[in-house]
């Protein structure tokens, strides 16, 4: 009889054990939850905030390529320089670019516009004529 009781007792904590176990399970998981909501609405409104990280990139890309494009200009002077041994002029330099097909349209008089991306750039931007 004793051990009939003793078995009833261990059966009873064993079930209070296990209910407290799967509530705070159910908590912590809905507690999960909530954080990752919280961390996800942060994240996206940094994406899509005025400042954003995609206009950086966007904004960071396009002066690489129009950095890209002065540095293509520039070695083309240099291989001129190299050839004739004299520093190319300003009239040396708009026959570069526009044998080379580096503008769009016709060329201005101190700057002009790039055929990919359509960027202005100066011609004091450019080193390496006089």
């Given at each position: 009889m004793k051990n009939k009781k003793i078995t009833r007792n261990l059966i009873k904590t064993e079930?209070?054990?296990f209910?407290?176990?799967?509530g705070i399970t159910l908590i912590a998981l809905v507690i999960?939850?909530?954080?990752l909501l919280i961390i996800a609405g942060?994240?996206?409104d940094?994406?899509?905030s005025k400042?954003?990280?995609?206009?950086?990139?966007?904004?960071?890309?396009?002066k690489a390529e129009r950095e890209s494009i002065i540095e293509?200009?520039?070695a083309d002077l240099l291989t001129e320089k190299t050839k004739t041994g004299n520093t190319p002029s300003k009239e040396d330099l708009k026959e570069i670019i526009q044998k080379k097909e580096y503008n769009e349209g016709t060329l201005g008089e101190n700057d002009f516009v790039t055929k990919d991306g359509g960027y202005t750039i100066s011609y004091d931007e450019i080193i390496g004529w006089k």
């Open positions: 079930r209070k054990t209910k407290n176990e799967n999960t939850i909530i954080v942060v994240t996206l940094s994406i899509n400042d954003s990280i995609t206009k950086e990139t966007k904004e960071t890309k396009a293509k200009i520039e």
